[in-house]
């Protein structure tokens, strides 16, 4: 059987949900690398002292994706260097920094995963494989796809 044209492709994305999959892989990375997760008080904050404002609704339509695009370049500057990312993660810009970015936090994320995995299988050593698996397929659901 012959697959058409677009086979496996995945439908094109919104810039909002976009943009909300970079913020969140953002927060996620915080995570991944030991940190307790940022709140939304703590990146106001940060983005309040350099003159930025940012609402709680505006956060929240950022992070799920949904509600007009953000393209105000202040404020996503400001969410870049809080992050301490070049701006052009965010800004959309050009070119192949924003997608090298984007591959170096899902690696670390995806490393973090493997570690954690690694240290519970070490830790249950006498769990079945199929209590090891649910755990791998848990901890790993949200981890990018692997690249081929």
Known sequence: MTEGPGAGEHPPVSPQVE???KINLLLDVV???GNAPYTYKQIEK???DK???????????MITGEGPL?????????????F???PEYLLGSEGDLP?????????????RAKRVVSFAARMLGDVSPEI??????????DAPPRQP
């Open 19 to 21: 943009l909300a999959r």
């Open 31 to 33: 995570v991944a690398e």
């Open 46 to 48: 940060g983005l309040e």
């Open 51 to 61: 003159g930025i404002p940012l609402s709680r609704a505006r956060w929240a339509y």
């Open 70 to 82: 953000v393209t105000d370049e202040a404020l996503l500057t400001g969410i870049a260097e809080f």
């Open 84 to 86: 301490r990312i070049p």
């Open 99 to 111: 997608e090298r970015v984007d591959s170096q936090l899902a690696f670390v994320k995806s490393l």
């Open 132 to 141: 090891l698996r649910s755990i791998t397929e848990l901890i790993e659901k």
